[in-house]
């Protein structure tokens, strides 16, 4: 039922008058009754009624808002009170309505107070009714309609629901309407009805699109994660034909470009770090004969850079500035001392072979310093009567200093010198007018000097016609009486090497991209024996290795070529080393043992390269150690000694020099084949078991006299045996053939004291049984003993051990070796954390195990793991990351079993014994450090990652990151 304000120029449909303070709550709950009752769903009110407090708006004039308002309505609703009746405001509105309206258009609700009507008078009755204001008295002509609310003070809530309120107000609303009550009931149930659909029909569309939305939602969700999971696939099976390819360029590199080869293998498992890739990276490590990398300062000018004989320090000199590296560790440097040169410009820098001294030749001056402490140097006093120098060189168990110092012409000096007291040096000799004066060498025995020039002299005719008159070339002197230098012959041309192998009978020069090999014998003129080519570049250094049958060249390419010389006739080319980012080669030195070289380029970067060929471990020698076979070995804890168990006898040998170990003494008194070995916490005891129940102890304080301090008879023949880190315990073990119940394992507990042993308790395994090694865990805490119905002792109380009965391993039949650090058992192809006394589950277990047969040992920081294997090798499994180990490194396979494996306490070597009787040393080169941190070894070696550029080539598509910082 519409209103009909708009069609009549209404605005309002009643302009509802009260008193405020009589009806603050009855005026607003009647205002939203009116305005709801009988709305049609589509618009959003019934009637439109003007209340002050809610449609007011703000004005300068309340009283003409108010009269505008009240000629824009069509009824007037009159909330009658007492207070209304005595209201000025009421008062006005009435007489304004009186005045413009029909008294048909005013309605009234009491809300307090009476009203009564005078039938007689026909107005109301003025001493009864208290409800009305005056103006009213007297307008009716009949008795208005009015409907009663005075009842709804004393209810707390007003609303529509309230059926009394509802039918009041009702009774109004129709009045205003104009329709009768029955027909708004009826509009009112039609709307309800109308409004009951629609909402149902709203309901039903928000379910359906809620629904619908759901659906589609799901299905927008679920293509989203399909093409999430295909994004994700594409960028893997991206990321993995990425990685692929990375590992393929890394490969293919190696030989030629071992920095960058490295950096791809270092990219490929930075992208994904998997076993396949970590494996990989470690194998580009291992294989690549590159070992590091360090850049040097930034320095102008003529630059001039040396090594010390042992590669492990580097000089640099420049005109001011002379400094000091310590260079030993590969791919790192360390300043050590900066020095004030002699005046002028620097024109060579030599060290002593000790390298204890130190000289520098300068156009102006020359210095020597003592270097036994390089870090403290002691200036020495300078050559008497010398003053500008151009090269020098030491000989003679560096007693002797040659000189020399180059002029125009042929007038150029030799000069020998007495350093053998360093504090009071002398000269011993000269020559002068020699024209080979720029550059100077003395062999080792100082009975040979050559010294050298590049300069060509020429001359120029009347006609213009220029003739070479002296060109480059080398002269050897005689200086076994160093006295009187003999000069003994000349060769040309000359470019920049000269270098004498240790024993001095061989020499190395140069010239352009050709060195030269010639035979040095005192008294004669050097012989010229071969030619070494290969190079790019100009040849600019040359090196022989401490035997004197290895050497590198290094030429201005940045590439070098490792030679052998074992027949310096017919050398042998042992490969290139190429390195791009190197620039000119300034000088080359290989470390004492012969195993790496180190160069220094013209930007002073020092690379440092392996001289093994092929990938490591590599054997460092081997000795015979018994006729017959070598069942276990042992390393003591300081690393100097080994020991082997052979047939019936043990040997110790001093492998402080891992390349040339020494047999120190032979134990005997077993009466059996021995069987294991093993030294004591603090190195002093030794025991030895054997096949005929026989343990005897040492003490093996004096290495080359141990002396036997105790014989143990064991139940039966001992399989293994070891010392507590932290007491003076001793368990062995073995097994007793029984004759109707198969063999019978047994264990016992020693307790050794003043190289004395004592039974404290012995153990019988369970039948059917077959002991392996034990081990004590490094704290002691824990005794590993493996073998059915054995597994962990817990040993925190020697004289009482606790059985751990419910450990996993209880039922195993094979070694055991526990981890110095990172708390790791390994039983068999199992590897456990330790947490306390108590095991986990398999961290890992080792996939395709070796062929057993012999002992297992973890590597001193544990990232290793070294299983002996019947087939004649040992495999060495990188276990860095556990959950990617894989088998790091096998070593060569030998015709007889490896039975034992062990590694020295500096963990840089693997010892093995076997079926061939044989001791062996391995180098491990940098598996180690490979299998602690791959990546920050390979930062190390490569000296950075792939920049910007390489990444975008080899790895396009992938954000680019610095894998290095």
Same mark, same amino acid.
């Given at each position: 039922?519409?209103?009909?304000?708009?069609?009549?120029?209404?605005?309002?449909?009643?302009?509802?008058?009260?008193?405020?303070?009589?009806?603050?709550?009855?005026?607003?709950?009647?205002?939203?009754?009116?305005?709801?009752?009988?709305?049609?769903?589509?618009?959003p009110?019934?009637?439109?009624?003007?209340?002050?407090?809610?449609?007011?708006?703000?004005?300068?004039?309340?009283?003409?808002?108010?009269?505008?308002?009240?000629?824009?309505?069509?009824?007037?609703v009159?909330?009658?009170?007492?207070?209304?009746?005595?209201?000025?405001?009421?008062?006005?509105?009435?007489?304004?309505?009186?005045?413009?309206?029909?008294?048909?258009?005013?309605?009234?609700?009491?809300?307090s107070?009476?009203?009564?009507?005078?039938?007689?008078?026909?107005?109301?009755?003025?001493?009864?009714?208290?409800?009305?204001?005056?103006?009213?008295?007297?307008?009716?002509?009949?008795?208005?309609?009015?409907?009663?609310?005075?009842?709804?003070?004393?209810e707390?809530?007003?609303?529509?629901?309230?059926?009394?309120?509802?039918?009041?107000?009702?009774?109004?609303?129709?009045?205003?309407?104009?329709?009768?009550?029955?027909?708004?009931d009826s509009?009112?149930?039609?709307?309800?009805?109308?409004?009951?659909?629609?909402?149902?029909?709203?309901?039903?569309?928000?379910?359906?699109?809620?629904?619908?939305?759901?659906?589609?939602?799901?299905?927008?969700?679920?293509?989203?994660?399909?093409?999430?999971?295909?994004?994700?696939?594409?960028?893997?099976?991206?990321?993995?034909?990425?990685?692929?390819?990375?590992?393929?360029?890394?490969?293919?590199?190696?030989?030629?470009?071992?920095?960058t080869?490295?950096?791809?293998?270092?990219?490929?498992?930075?992208?994904?770090?998997?076993?396949?890739?970590?494996?990989?990276?470690?194998?580009?490590?291992?294989?690549?004969?590159?070992?590091?990398?360090?850049?040097?300062?930034?320095?102008?000018?003529?630059?001039?850079?040396?090594?010390?004989?042992?590669?492990?320090?580097?000089?640099?000199?420049?005109? $001011?500035? #002379?400094? *000091? +590296? =310590? /260079?030993?560790? @590969?791919? !790192?440097? %360390?300043? &050590?001392?900066?020095?004030?040169?002699?005046?002028?410009?620097?024109?060579?820098?030599?060290?002593?072979?000790?390298?204890?001294?130190?000289?520098?030749?300068?156009?102006?001056?020359?210095?020597?310093?003592?270097?036994?402490?390089?870090?403290?140097?002691?200036?020495?006093?300078?050559?008497?009567?010398?003053?500008?120098?151009?090269?020098?060189?030491?000989?003679?168990?560096?007693?002797?200093?040659?000189?020399?110092?180059d002029?125009?012409?042929?007038? $150029?000096? #030799?000069? *020998? +010198? =007495? /350093?053998a007291? @360093?504090? !009071?040096? %002398?000269? &011993?000799?000269?020559?002068?007018?020699?024209?080979?004066?720029?550059?100077?060498?003395?062999?080792?025995?100082?009975?040979?000097?050559?010294?050298?020039?590049?300069?060509?002299?020429?001359?120029?005719?009347?006609?213009?016609?220029?003739?070479?008159?002296?060109?480059?070339?080398?002269?050897?002197?005689?200086?076994?009486?160093?006295?009187?230098?003999?000069?003994?012959?000349?060769?040309?041309?000359?470019?920049?090497?000269?270098?004498?192998?240790?024993? $001095?009978?061989?020499?190395?020069?140069?010239?352009?991209?050709?060195?030269?090999?010639?035979?040095?014998?005192?008294?004669?003129?050097?012989?010229?024996?071969?030619?070494?080519?290969?190079?790019?570049?100009?040849?600019?250094?040359?090196?022989?290795g401490?035997?004197?049958?290895?050497?590198?060249?290094?030429?201005?390419?940045?590439?070098?070529?490792?030679?052998?010389?074992?027949?310096?006739?017919?050398?042998?080319?042992?490969?290139?080393?190429?390195?791009?980012?190197?620039?000119?080669?300034?000088?080359?030195?290989?470390?004492?043992?012969?195993?790496?070289?180190?160069?220094?380029d013209?930007?002073?970067?020092?690379?440092?390269?392996?001289?093994?060929?092929?990938?490591?471990?590599?054997?460092?020698?081997?000795?015979?150690?018994?006729?017959?076979g070598?069942?276990?070995?042992?390393?003591?804890p300081?690393?100097?000694?080994?020991?082997?168990a052979g047939?019936?006898a043990?040997?110790?040998?001093?492998?402080?020099?891992?390349?040339?170990?020494?047999?120190?003494?032979?134990?005997?008194?077993?009466?059996?084949?021995?069987?294991?070995?093993?030294?004591?916490?603090?190195?002093?005891?030794?025991?030895?078991?054997?096949?005929?129940?026989?343990?005897?102890?040492?003490?093996?304080?004096?290495?080359?006299?141990?002396?036997?301090?105790?014989?143990?008879?064991?139940?039966?023949?001992?399989?293994?045996?070891?010392?507590?880190?932290?007491?003076?315990?001793?368990?062995?073990?073995?097994?007793?053939?029984?004759?109707?119940?198969?063999?019978?394992?047994?264990?016992?507990?020693?307790?050794?004291?003043?190289?004395?042993?004592?039974?404290?308790?012995?153990?019988?395994?369970?039948?059917?049984?077959?002991?392996?090694?034990?081990?004590?865990?490094?704290d002691?805490?824990?005794?590993?003993?493996p073998?059915?119905?054995?597994?962990?002792?817990?040993?925190?109380?020697?004289?009482?051990?606790?059985?751990?009965?419910?450990?996993?391993?209880?039922?195993?039949?094979?070694d055991?070796?526990?981890?110095?650090?990172?708390?790791?058992?390994?039983?068999?192809?199992?590897?456990?954390?330790?947490?306390?006394?108590?095991?986990?589950?398999?961290?890992?277990?080792?996939?395709?195990?070796?062929?057993?047969?012999?002992?297992?040992?973890?590597?001193?920081?544990?990232?290793?793991?070294?299983?002996?294997?019947?087939?004649?090798?040992?495999?060495?499994?990188?276990?860095?990351?556990?959950?990617?180990?894989?088998?790091?490194?096998?070593l060569?396979?030998?015709?007889?079993?490896?039975?034992?494996?062990?590694?020295?306490?500096?963990?840089?070597?693997?010892?093995?014994?076997?079926?061939?009787?044989?001791?062996?040393?391995?180098?491990?080169?940098?598996?180690?450090?490979?299998?602690?941190?791959?990546?920050?070894?390979?930062?190390?070696?490569?000296?950075?990652?792939?920049?910007?550029?390489?990444?975008?080539?080899?790895?396009?598509?992938?954000?680019?990151?610095?894998?290095?910082?």
């Amino acid at each position: 039922m519409p209103s009909t304000h708009q069609a009549d120029g209404y605005v309002y449909d009643a302009f509802l008058s009260y008193s405020h303070g009589a009806d603050a709550q009855t005026a607003p709950a009647v205002h939203r009754a009116l305005s709801r009752l009988a709305k049609p769903w589509n618009r959003p009110r019934a009637l439109r009624i003007f209340r002050d407090q809610s449609s007011l708006e703000a004005g300068p004039d309340l009283w003409a808002t108010i009269e505008a308002k009240l000629g824009a309505s069509r009824h007037l609703v009159l909330l009658a009170s007492p207070q209304a009746a005595r209201s000025r405001w009421v008062g006005r509105e009435i007489a304004h309505w009186k005045q413009h309206r029909e008294p048909g258009t005013l309605l009234i609700v009491l809300t307090s107070g009476a009203i009564h009507w005078d039938h007689a008078a026909g107005n109301f009755d003025r001493t009864r009714t208290t409800a009305l204001p005056p103006e009213l008295y007297g307008w009716f002509e009949a008795e208005p309609l009015w409907v009663d609310l005075t009842w709804a003070r004393s209810e707390t809530e007003l609303v529509l629901g309230h059926a009394r309120f509802r039918r009041d107000v009702g009774t109004l609303a129709a009045a205003l309407h104009g329709v009768s009550k029955d027909a708004l009931d009826s509009e009112e149930a039609r709307q309800h009805a109308r409004t009951v659909g629609v909402r149902r029909g709203l309901t039903w569309g928000m379910a359906f699109f809620l629904v619908a939305s759901l659906v589609f939602g799901i299905m927008a969700q679920v293509r989203g994660d399909e093409a999430e999971r295909r994004r994700k696939e594409a960028d893997g099976q991206r990321r993995l034909a990425t990685v692929r390819a990375l590992l393929a360029e890394s490969q293919s590199r190696l030989a030629d470009d071992p920095r960058t080869a490295v950096r791809l293998g270092l990219t490929a498992y930075s992208v994904r770090p998997t076993t396949e890739t970590r494996a990989a990276l470690v194998d580009v490590l291992r294989r690549t004969p590159y070992a590091g990398t360090s850049q040097g300062p930034d320095e102008s000018g003529m630059v001039v850079r040396r090594f010390s004989d042992d590669a492990g320090v580097l000089a640099t000199a420049e005109e $001011g500035k #002379l400094t *000091l +590296w =310590d /260079v030993s560790q @590969p791919g !790192r440097r %360390r300043l &050590l001392h900066r020095l004030t040169p002699p005046r002028g410009d620097i024109k060579d820098v030599t060290f002593s072979r000790d390298g204890r001294t130190l000289f520098v030749a300068a156009t102006k001056g020359h210095a020597l310093w003592d270097i036994s402490s390089p870090g403290t140097p002691r200036a020495l006093p300078a050559l008497p009567g010398a003053t500008g120098l151009d090269g020098g060189g030491f000989g003679d168990g560096d007693r002797t200093l040659a000189t020399v110092r180059d002029g125009k012409g042929s007038s $150029g000096r #030799l000069d *020998l +010198w =007495d /350093v053998a007291g @360093p504090d !009071r040096p %002398r000269r &011993l000799g000269s020559v002068t007018g020699i024209y080979d004066a720029a550059e100077v060498r003395m062999s080792p025995d100082g009975r040979t000097v050559v010294s050298a020039t590049g300069k060509l002299m020429v001359e120029e005719a009347d006609s213009g016609k220029v003739t070479i008159e002296h060109g480059s070339g080398m002269t050897a002197w005689d200086t076994s009486d160093p006295t009187r230098p003999r000069r003994m012959g000349r060769d040309t041309p000359w470019g920049g090497v000269l270098d004498f192998s240790p024993d $001095g009978r061989t020499l190395i020069s140069s010239n352009t991209r050709t060195a030269y090999v010639w035979r040095i014998r005192p008294g004669h003129a050097p012989q010229l024996l071969s030619k070494l080519r290969g190079h790019r570049g100009v040849v600019n250094a040359a090196a022989f290795g401490p035997d004197g049958t290895a050497a590198v060249t290094f030429d201005g390419s940045g590439g070098a070529v490792r030679w052998d010389l074992s027949r310096p006739g017919t050398p042998r080319a042992r490969g290139k080393l190429l390195d791009g980012e190197l620039g000119s080669g300034e000088d080359v030195a290989f470390t004492p043992d012969g195993r790496q070289i180190q160069e220094v380029d013209s930007r002073g970067t020092v690379a440092s390269w392996r001289m093994d060929s092929g990938p490591g471990p590599w054997q460092r020698a081997e000795a015979a150690a018994d006729p017959v076979g070598v069942a276990a070995v042992a390393v003591s804890p300081d690393g100097r000694t080994a020991a082997t168990a052979g047939a019936r006898a043990l040997v110790l040998w001093d492998i402080t020099d891992p390349d040339r170990p020494r047999q120190l003494s032979t134990l005997r008194g077993f009466s059996g084949l021995m069987t294991d070995v093993a030294f004591s916490a603090d190195g002093r005891y030794l025991a030895g078991g054997d096949s005929a129940s026989r343990v005897i102890l040492w003490d093996a304080s004096e290495r080359r006299h141990p002396r036997r301090t105790a014989t143990l008879r064991t139940r039966g023949p001992v399989a293994s045996l070891a010392f507590s880190p932290h007491s003076p315990l001793l368990v062995t073990s073995g097994n007793e053939p029984m004759l109707t119940q198969g063999i019978e394992g047994w264990a016992t507990l020693w307790n050794v004291k003043g190289g004395r042993a004592v039974e404290s308790r012995s153990y019988t395994l369970k039948s059917f049984t077959h002991a392996g090694a034990v081990s004590f865990s490094p704290d002691g805490r824990l005794l590993a003993l493996p073998g059915a119905g054995s597994g962990l002792f817990d040993m925190r109380d020697p004289g009482r051990p606790r059985h751990l009965k419910w450990d996993p391993v209880a039922v195993l039949q094979q070694d055991t070796a526990f981890s110095v650090k990172r708390g790791l058992l390994a039983v068999g192809e199992s590897i456990y954390r330790v947490n306390g006394t108590s095991l986990s589950d398999p961290a890992v277990t080792l996939t395709d195990p070796p062929e057993r047969g012999g002992h297992t040992a973890f590597h001193p920081e544990s990232n290793l793991l070294a299983e002996a294997d019947d087939r004649g090798t040992a495999v060495l499994w990188d276990i860095g990351d556990l959950q990617r180990a894989h088998i790091a490194g096998k070593l060569p396979s030998l015709d007889e079993s490896v039975d034992d494996v062990a590694f020295t306490p500096d963990g840089r070597t693997l010892l093995t014994g076997g079926g061939d009787g044989r001791l062996r040393l391995w180098d491990l080169g940098p598996l180690p450090a490979a299998a602690r941190d791959p990546k920050r070894l390979a930062c190390e070696v490569a000296g950075g990652s792939l920049d910007r550029t390489q990444w975008l080539l080899h790895a396009p598509g992938l954000a680019y990151r610095d894998l290095c910082r």
